[in-house]
């Protein structure tokens, strides 16, 4: 089975804090995703990457940066975290064109 | 733009009826179509997914899904609902041609099935 994990389950944060979301996959695919949850939004995509040192922009990538130097490992950072980045982050992994596999979430709460 | 409709936030069934939990989508071309779950503090799992063939798609835990290409559509079922299956449920689409495995989501559905 593909294990997609995160480094946190729970993470509290104050504000202006750098904040670091790591994922980790073990089925060796290609694309790394990162998405945030909000009630009555849905999964917004914020970045992905398709191979290792790649990156694109999702569609909320404002606030956030990744970090992709293994193949195996996407990272999520944010510079300086604010409350309206309290969240559910979610991790997920694909091989091309399959459907992706999710991490458990991170709950973020910056105070 | 690109979108995908999940017009009931929340869908409520007893236990033992049938159950449908509705998507529609707006995408250029035949895209790839895929149902996910999100249980209570966990992440989305996979249920199923269309690529071509049958409109009829089966996939875990007893649900399937409709494709209807004229009404852009791809309707969620289940003969028979569990307690169990109240979750979080996700539409989500790609587009067929597309160079990457981005997918477009749905704001989700949140099933209640009483017992």
């Known amino acids: 089975d593909v294990k997609v994990t995160q480094s946190s389950r729970y993470l509290v944060k104050r504000t202006g804090e750098k904040v670091f979301l790591e994922c980790v996959q073990d089925?060796?695919?290609?694309?790394m995703f990162w998405y945030r949850q909000d009630p009555g939004l849905g999964l917004r995509l914020i970045y992905f990457?398709?191979?290792?040192?790649?990156?694109e922009k999702g569609d909320i990538p404002e606030g956030y940066s990744v970090s992709r130097e293994k193949k195996e490992r996407f990272s999520l950072i944010l510079e300086s975290a604010s409350t309206n980045q309290t969240s559910m982050y979610l991790c997920?992994?694909?091989?091309?064109?399959?459907?992706?596999?999710f991490g458990p979430g991170t709950r973020l709460t910056v105070l | 733009a690109q979108s995908v409709a999940q017009p009931e936030d929340q869908v409520n069934v007893a236990e033992g009826n049938p159950l449908t939990v509705k998507c529609t989508y707006s995408v250029s071309g035949n895209p790839y179509l895929f149902w996910y779950v999100q249980y209570p503090n966990r992440g989305l799992q996979f249920l199923l997914k269309?690529?071509?063939?049958?409109?009829l798609v089966k996939g875990s835990y007893g649900f399937e899904a409709e494709f209807n290409k004229s009404q852009t559509s791809f309707h969620l079922k289940k003969p028979s609902a569990l307690v169990s299956d109240s979750a979080l449920y996700f539409c989500a689409v790609r587009p067929r041609g597309g160079a990457t495995n981005k997918l477009i989501f749905g704001t989700g559905t949140l099933l209640a099935v009483q017992p």
């Open positions: 089925m060796d695919h290609e694309n």
């Open positions: 269309y690529i071509t063939g049958d409109n």
């Open positions: 990457s398709y191979d290792v040192k790649m990156k």
């Open positions: 997920a992994s694909s091989a091309s064109l399959g459907e992706q596999f």
